[in-house]
C-alpha cells in the first residue's frame, strides 16, 4: 500500500518504485490522505482543482500499468466510513490497481490551513473536517482508525509512504524544507504500519531536490513518461479535449525537472557501538538530512536527552547484567527514572528506579531488531515527536524531547529503541 498526503506525490517522489511494483504483478493500493486542493478559497476553483488532480494521477497509474485509462468506481467501506475509490478496470491487462481518496484538506505547507493535519498532530485542534465526502469530521483516533482499515483491506505486505522525520514546514525548491501534509502524513502511515506490523519505507520529497541525480537515464525517461501523461490528464480536463489527449510535449517546472531524476528512500543508519538509537529521527532545516536521533547524557548536569547522533562519548550507553544502562565513559553514572522523565545518576546497586528491562519487538510479519525500555511502575521511554519547529528555520524544537510513558501493548514508533552493543 501507498500512503501520501496529495495526488501526485506518488508520481514525483515514490516512483519508479510504484512503477516497478506494479510491473512485478503486484497489488498496488494507493490512498490519498487530501484532496489536493492547495487551500483554494473559491469552491468551485477547487473542486475543479482536485478533480483535475484524480484525473492526473489515474493516468499516471495507466501508464505505469501499461494499460488503458479506464476506472470503475469502487467505494470501500473502512471503520464505518465510506471512501471514494476506483480500480484500474482494463479487461486485457492483468492489473490489481486501487485508488483511493479519504479528502482531508490541503494543510498548506506550512500547516497554516484550518484544518490542516499538522494542526491535529500538534493538538491545535481535536478533529478536522474534511473537505468533501463522507468522512465528516475526522479525530487523530478516527483518522488512524480508517487508514488502518484501509491497509488492512488492501492485505498489504508493505507500506510506503513520504519522509516521516522530515519536520521543517514550508514551500521551497532548494530543498531546506518539505510540505507540511508529506510529514505528518507519512507519521500517521509510520503509526498504523507499527499498530498492524507491516513494514514501512519512507521515501524524501522536496528536500532530495539538491541531491545528486541517482536514477538510470531509462528510469528517468520512464518517470517523465509517467509525469507527462500525469500533466496532460491535468490540463485537458480543464479544457474538456481528454478525448484524443496525448502526453504533454512542454519543458516542465523546475521542480518537476529536479524530481524526475531522482527518488530517495529515507534509511536510518545502522546504530554504532554503545548507541542506543530510536525509532524517532528528525530532520529539520538546520539538523542537515540524517534523521538519527540518539539517548545522549550530559553527566555533570545529571541530564539525559535525544539528539541527534554524533558519535561522542556521550551517547555510549552499556546495557547491564545488573539491569541498569550506564554511560560508557563513566561507569558510576546510570540513567535513573525520574517524574514524567529520566535522568543521569550516581548508580545505587537494587535502585529500582535505575532497573530497565528490554522488552523486544514482538512483530512476526514484520523482523526487525528493537526494543521497548521498560523502567519501573511499567514506564517505558519515550520519544515525544508533537512539539515540532515553530517555524520552517526555526532553531528550536529540533529534537524529540525524553520522557516516560506507559509502555502499553500496542506497537508505536516513539516507544522503540535499537542498541549498538
Not at 197 to 206: D, Q, R, T
Not at 382 to 399: E, F, I, S, T, V
Request: with cysteine.
Amino acid at each position: 500500500m501507498v500512503g501520501v498526503a496529495h495526488p501526485d506525490d506518488d508520481v514525483f517522489f515514490l516512483t519508479p518504485e510504484i512503477r516497478d511494483t506494479i510491473r512485478a504483478g503486484c497489488r498496488v493500493d494507493t490512498v490519498y490522505l487530501t484532496a489536493g486542493d492547495d487551500g483554494k478559497k473559491d469552491r468551485l476553483k477547487a473542486l475543479e482543482y482536485v478533480d483535475r488532480r484524480e484525473y492526473g494521477v489515474r493516468a499516471a497509474y495507466a501508464e505505469m500499468a501499461e494499460a488503458s485509462n479506464d476506472w470503475k468506481r469502487a467505494d470501500v467501506q473502512a471503520d464505518g466510513v465510506r471512501v471514494r475509490s476506483y480500480l484500474l478496470a482494463d479487461q486485457d491487462r492483468d492489473t490489481d490497481v486501487r485508488l483511493t481518496f479519504l479528502d482531508l484538506h490541503d494543510g498548506l505547507p506550512e500547516g497554516q490551513s484550518p484544518n490542516s493535519l499538522l494542526k491535529l498532530f500538534e493538538g491545535d485542534r481535536s478533529s478536522i473536517e474534511a473537505f468533501q465526502g463522507d468522512g465528516g469530521n475526522y479525530t487523530e483516533d478516527r483518522l488512524l482508525s480508517t487508514v488502518s482499515a484501509l491497509v488492512r483491506l488492501s492485505k498489504a505486505q508493505r507500506i510506503l509512504t513520504m519522509d516521516h522525520d522530515n519536520a521543517s514546514f514550508a514551500f521551497g525548491l532548494n530543498g531546506g524544507v518539505d510540505h507540511s501534509d508529506h510529514g505528518i502524513t507519512a507519521r500517521y502511515v509510520r503509526k498504523v504500519g507499527y499498530t498492524l506490523g507491516i513494514p514501512v519505507s519512507a521515501y524524501l520529497g522536496y528536500t532530495m531536490s539538491p541531491l545528486q541525480p541517482n536514477l538510470t537515464a531509462a528510469q528517468s525517461a520512464e518517470k517523465d513518461e509517467v509525469a507527462r501523461w500525469y500533466i496532460a490528464n491535468r490540463r485537458c480536463r480543464a479544457t474538456g479535449t481528454c478525448a484524443s489527449v496525448t502526453p504533454f510535449k512542454g519543458p516542465l517546472q523546475k521542480d518537476w525537472s529536479l524530481w524526475i531524476h531522482r527518488q530517495y528512500q529515507q534509511s536510518p543508519r545502522d546504530p554504532r557501538a554503545g548507541e542506543l538509537l530510536g525509532d524517532i529521527g528528525r530532520t529539520t532545516y538546520f539538523t542537515g538530512r540524517s534523521p538519527e536521533q540518539c539517548l545522549h547524557a550530559d553527566a555533570d548536569a545529571g541530564q539525559a536527552d535525544i539528539r541527534a547522533c554524533d558519535g561522542s562519548p556521550e551517547q555510549k550507553w552499556d546495557l547491564g547484567h545488573d539491569k541498569t544502562i550506564r554511560l560508557r565513559g563513566d561507569r558510576d553514572s546510570c540513567l535513573t527514572a525520574a517524574e514524567g522523565s529520566a535522568r543521569l545518576a550516581p548508580c545505587k546497586p537494587g535502585d529500582p528506579d535505575q532497573q530497565w528491562t528490554r522488552v523486544p519487538w514482538q512483530s512476526t510479519s514484520w523482523k526487525r531488531t528493537a526494543w521497548q525500555i521498560s523502567g519501573s511502575g511499567n514506564r517505558c521511554l519515550y520519544q515525544d515527536d508533537r512539539k515540532l519547529p515553530a517555524r520552517w528555520d526555526a532553531r528550536d524544537r529540533q529534537n524529540p524531547e525524553l520522557k516516560l510513558s506507559a509502555c502499553g501493548k500496542q506497537p508505536m514508533p516513539e516507544l522503540y529503541w535499537r542498541w549498538g552493543g
